[in-house]
């Protein structure tokens, strides 16, 4: 399965942008898409994720109340909606596929190229 994560850009603090992650292949309902980032110098963080078929999510502390993931308009697609941003959400976002709704970057087995978000102060 092949993974492409699109749609980052600079954008200023407090604005928004939107992410898509798009599969090679349908994402079955047992399938988790997860988001993940990683700022320079830093470890791969996760950021939200959702379980496809039953759109259960999750999301990592600090982004909670701000982004939200959901299923896109095709059935191979996921979005992230980034709301309120803050210089240090700055970081390459990655979209991962795993079967399990999980925070850790080893329960995802498949990963796509990452797109760069940078917020301006």
């Known amino acids: 399965v092949q993974l492409q994560a699109f749609g980052g850009g600079l954008v200023q603090t407090g604005g928004s942008l939107s992410l898509s992650c798009a599969a090679s292949?349908?994402?079955?309902?047992?399938?988790?898409v997860g988001w993940f980032r990683q700022a320079s110098g830093k470890e791969r963080e996760f950021v939200a994720g959702?379980?496809?078929?039953?759109?259960?999510?999750n999301y990592g502390d600090s982004v909670k109340g701000r982004f939200t993931v959901s299923r896109g308009s095709s059935p191979n697609a996921v979005s992230l909606q980034m709301n309120s941003l803050k210089p240090e959400d700055t970081a390459v976002y990655y979209c991962?596929?795993?079967?399990?709704?999980?925070?850790?970057?080893?329960?995802?087995?498949?990963w796509g190229q990452g797109t760069q978000v940078t917020v301006s102060s």
């Open positions: 959702i379980r496809w078929g039953v759109e259960r999510t």
């Open positions: 991962a596929l795993g079967s399990t709704l999980a925070s850790r970057p080893s329960e995802y087995n498949y």
């Open positions: 292949r349908r994402i079955f309902s047992s399938n988790v």
